[in-house]
């Protein structure tokens, strides 16, 4: 539960702030694999634009991964062509992952953050 009367971050409890501001998004791990496959092929919002997400835009280990528009782009010795996302708030998180070279989509959901409740323990 959110404060009323909440002014600035410092107002909330560290574990209350992401929610505010990050776009947060709950979601099944169904309706993750249909976005992330709907993404991935491109009707979600055209062809055009589904190359440039998942296009390498700033590499950032040579060679090996890159960031795209909100994916990471791995290439992996073992596992081909990946592409990854995940997000977090206070109490759940989310990880999709497209090996594209398999044709395999994996995608998990949790509710358990380490140390979120860690202040609730004081």
Do not use: E, P, Q
């Given at each position: 539960m959110i404060p009323?009367?909440?002014r600035r971050q410092s107002d909330l409890p560290k574990h209350e702030w992401t929610p505010l501001g990050g776009g947060t998004i709950l979601s099944t791990?169904?309706?993750g694999l249909k976005w992330q496959r709907g993404l991935i092929s491109g009707d979600v919002v055209g062809q055009s634009a589904a190359d440039q997400i998942f296009a390498r835009h700033v590499e950032i280990r040579e060679g090996k991964v890159w960031y795209g528009y909100g994916w990471m782009i791995i290439r992996s010795p073992s596992r081909g062509h990946i592409y990854a996302h995940s997000g977090a708030?206070?109490?759940?998180n989310f990880y999709s992952q497209?090996?594209?070279d398999h044709g395999l989509?994996?995608?998990t959901a949790s509710?358990?953050?380490?140390?979120v409740y860690e202040?609730?323990?004081q």
């Open positions: 009323a009367k909440v791990v169904r309706d708030t206070s109490s759940h497209y090996l594209k989509f994996i995608v509710n358990r953050i380490d140390g202040d609730k323990k």
